[in-house]
């Protein structure tokens, strides 16, 4: 467009070598900045096998490293936030991963807890991570705005169903739903 009009209204007769060729470059290097942003995208959503977007934001569930039984696993990610995974091997599926690996605050704070039965509240979702803490007899109550999270969680994630525990899911906003709820004597 700028070219048409630069045409259009003869100012080409005052335009100098070094003018054209800095066009050229800067197209060329354009053209170039948008295949290169075409392909990044391509590969970022070759691992994609769930997408969905409402007024919370972008989730997505990537799966990775298919042809390694053992390193084979499903990653959720809110926008470029990671928000678990979990490897689809039977025994690694029951691992905690991501912020609650062993030797993690989450896990020393579930390690503290009595082994009694617990009640264990949990703001957000995510996979469901937080379920691989829970024993027969517990009680987890696991607060989540976004009702996509839930879906998603209990689709390629098998965190929440191999849990032991009454895992009960609250959806809304936590501060309105803890404040609206009786007290729930969580541990």
Not at 37 to 51: E, F, G, H, M, T
Request: aromatic share 12%; net charge positive.
């Amino acid at each position: 467009l700028i070219v048409v009009i630069w045409v259009a209204r003869k100012k080409f007769r005052r335009f100098q070598y070094w003018q054209l060729l800095t066009c050229l470059w800067l197209s060329f290097g354009l053209v170039g900045l948008a295949v290169a942003l075409r392909i990044q995208a391509r590969k970022a959503d070759a691992n994609v096998v769930s997408r969905s977007r409402n007024f919370y934001g972008t989730l997505k569930v990537c799966e990775y490293r298919k042809n390694e039984p053992e390193g084979h696993y499903f990653l959720l990610q809110h926008g470029r936030i990671t928000h678990g995974i979990q490897f689809v091997d039977p025994v690694r599926a029951k691992w905690a991963t991501t912020y609650y690996t062993e030797g993690s605050g989450i896990a020393l704070g579930m390690e503290a807890l009595p082994n009694t039965a617990r009640r264990i509240g949990v703001v957000g979702l995510g996979t469901g991570s937080m379920a691989v803490f829970g024993r027969a007899g517990d009680y987890l109550r696991i607060y989540d705005i976004n009702a996509d999270v839930e879906r998603l969680a209990t689709s390629r994630f098998t965190y929440l169903s191999n849990c032991p525990a009454r895992v009960e899911i609250a959806l809304g906003d936590a501060r309105l739903s803890l404040e609206r709820e009786p007290p729930q004597e969580f541990d």
